[in-house]
């Protein structure tokens, strides 16, 4: 025998699933949006410069952003990540706890590299904008930051003695880029010295490429230099 039911209320149970799925579908679909639009990104790399540090883990909003850990002199590459504000911290690689935390703001469409350092023996952070607009033909960009300890004056980098790209440099401050010639050879001088610290040879400078070069380490017998190529 056939059974009929009578109950009004669930003629309308079809419509208004129906009705329900639509909602959560577009939600969906908002949220999707609003996470894969390039447009509403920034890329961030991180640079692991602290000399004798463990390999670090960095979290953004309290998210691992890189399943590797990053060793010292190493980098990650660029993780594409929202516009806005974050918390940040290096941490241990396989630890949570943070060696340095920080705030950071990140705008849409730009490009940033998160630095783990240290000053003195406290960890630190440095962020840095990075302009990957192309050099002039048959030329590179080049900047610089001292990440290094063993100065107690700010420095200068040069082509030579009598001609110095950037002067007076405060510890963990970034330098504007500089246009040079491919196969450059850079120094490094205490500010206002003529005397040679540490050299950046010549054949680590290709055209067409964009670089970070800074400077680690304790004392002025174990300084060396690391180059990050930023495109």
């Given at each position: 025998m056939k059974t009929q039911i009578n109950n009004p209320a669930l003629k309308f149970l079809p419509i208004a699933f129906i009705a329900a799925a639509s909602f959560f579908?577009?939600?969906k679909k908002n949220n999707d949006d609003d996470t894969t639009n390039a447009s509403l990104n920034a890329n961030v790399k991180v640079v692991n410069a602290a000399d004798g540090?463990?390999?670090?883990?960095?979290y953004l909003d309290n998210v691992k952003?890189?399943?590797?850990?990053?060793?010292?002199?190493q980098g990650s590459n660029y993780f594409s990540e929202k516009?806005?504000?974050?918390?940040?911290?290096?941490?241990?690689?396989g630890?949570?706890?943070a060696n340095v935390s920080f705030n950071v703001s990140l705008q849409a469409d730009s490009n940033y590299t998160i630095y783990y350092t240290l000053n003195g023996s406290t960890s630190a952070s440095v962020v840095t904008t990075d302009n990957l607009t192309a050099p002039a033909a048959n030329m590179a960009k080049?900047?610089?930051?001292?990440?290094?300890?063993?100065?107690?004056?700010?420095v200068d980098f040069g082509l030579s003695a009598t001609s110095k790209l950037i002067t007076?440099?405060?510890?963990?401050?970034?330098?504007?880029?500089?246009?040079?010639?491919?196969?450059?050879?850079?120094?490094?001088?205490?500010a206002g010295s003529v005397t040679t610290m540490l050299t950046i040879p010549a054949t680590t400078i290709q055209?067409?490429?964009?670089?970070?070069?800074?400077?680690?380490?304790?004392t002025t017998l174990d300084l060396t230099y690391n180059i990050v190529a930023e495109n």
């Open positions: 579908s577009s939600c540090s463990q390999s670090q883990d960095f952003l890189d399943a590797s850990a990053v060793a010292y002199a516009q806005g504000s974050h918390t940040a911290k290096f941490t241990n690689s630890s949570t706890t080049v900047r610089f930051i001292n990440l290094s300890n063993a100065f107690t004056a700010n007076n440099l405060a510890a963990r401050v970034v330098s504007a880029y500089s246009q040079v010639a491919a196969g450059t050879t850079f120094y490094l001088y205490s055209a067409g490429k964009i670089y970070t070069i800074y400077v680690s380490g304790s």
